[in-house]
């Protein structure tokens, strides 16, 4: 700010200032003050958001491992996938239905993870449940196509591994034995892929 002579010149210039500027720096404060509280409310909400989801998550977890009423599972299912929690029930669902042969039941859960979800990983992991299900169902053309969509490279051995299980159960051996061929490329230690890749030639022959 620029020199002055007297008080009174520095006292009128602050008036001018007030006058010219302080609706504005009232405006922009309150505006500064909303912002922050409302950044705090919008934080709350997000962590009182997700200790609900949490809390609800290991009630149909409890349920699930003691073999109670599914209720709670269904109840994270049906919410606000807040942290994945009703993907992750979904799967989990998805699996106790598997153990209990409701396949048809295990392909809905399964679906709607695949449809539903925020989370590529889970989508993902989804995906390749659903076609191992559809196997089970013998819907293999329609598991093939399941197990196409999936395009994460962390998954692709398990991909060649179900392409050569559909194959394998359509008596397709050859299309089997090189899927089976290019999963333990991917995955060399496995001892199941080279005992399928073995027992393909005893069935071939």
Partial sequence: MEQFATEDQQV?????????????????????????????????????????????????????????????????????DVAGYASIAALLAAKQAVDDGELDVASQHLQQVVS??????????????LARVQLAQEKYEQALTTIETVTNEA???QVEEIKGDIFSAQGNFDKARMAYSTAL???MNNRLLQLKLDNLAVSAG
């Fill in 155 to 157: 998954f692709s051995a």
């Fill in 12 to 80: 009128e210039a602050i008036k001018r200032f007030w006058s010219e500027h302080g609706t504005s720096l009232i405006m922009g404060a309150v505006l500064g003050l909303a912002g922050l509280f409302g950044w705090q409310y919008y934080t709350d909400s997000q962590i009182s958001a997700k200790e609900t989801a949490s809390q609800s998550y290991q009630a149909a977890l409890e349920s699930l491992i003691n073999d109670e009423n599914s209720q709670p599972i269904e109840a994270v299912m049906n919410s606000e």
């Fill in 185 to 187: 490329e991917k995955n």
């Fill in 116 to 129: 539903q979800s925020a989370d590529d990983s889970l989508q993902q992991v989804a995906t390749v449940r």
